[in-house]
């Protein structure tokens, strides 16, 4: 009898665990698949807009944002993300080489730790610039998590537009790429 019962156990909880495996694999491949086929915007777009918000916590953004700026495609940054004890000059300590920025055009938000406080916290200054349309500037890895945070979190009277680059590692590694799906399915869950 016993024996019957732990059979019957374990093949019930096979019908359980294979469906849940399946499933997981499933929205794991599709989410990487997300991932993997945003564009990197930045080498071919000319996109313009009010504004750029550039997310920090990545090789290269900072520099993206300002050469916005630079290129007349935006007329304000935000960054958002950056350390409460940090300024400007050493967030990007090669500010000096861009003669043409006026710092009153830079706008540094301290308050937020993730992407959906970046949405939260940089929403009332893209508001109180005026920005109607925003360029979100970010990794292509980031990106898919981040344009659906911030398309949630913003009205729709401010257009959200992604604005991609490569990041450090081009194409990334697979633990990085694990752990973005992970966040993608709390956020997800969670955020929007």
Not at 126 to 133: M, N, P, V, W
Request: charged share 20%; glycine share 4%.
């Amino acid at each position: 009898m016993k024996l019957k019962l732990r059979l019957l156990f374990h093949k019930y909880t096979l019908l359980i665990i294979i469906p849940v495996i399946l499933g997981v694999s499933y929205f794991y491949y599709r989410e990487t698949r997300l991932i993997l086929q945003t564009p990197i915007d930045a080498w071919e777009s000319d996109s313009t807009a009010d504004c750029a918000v550039v997310l920090t916590g990545g090789p290269g953004r900072v520099k993206e944002g300002l050469d916005l700026l630079v290129r007349r495609q935006v007329q304000r940054v935000i960054i958002s993300g950056v350390n409460p004890q940090v300024n400007l000059r050493d967030l990007y300590p090669q500010l000096a080489l861009y003669p043409q920025i006026n710092e009153q055009d830079l706008v540094l938000e301290r308050r937020s730790e993730t992407t959906y406080g970046n949405a939260q916290q940089s929403l009332p200054i893209a508001e109180a610039l005026q920005c109607r349309s925003v360029l979100l500037v970010t990794s292509y890895l980031h990106m898919n998590r981040a344009h659906q945070t911030f398309s949630s979190s913003y009205p729709p009277e401010i257009k959200v537009r992604p604005y991609s680059i490569a990041g450090t590692d081009f194409p990334p590694h697979h633990w990085d790429l694990f752990m973005e799906v992970i966040k993608t399915w709390f956020y997800d869950l969670w955020a929007y």
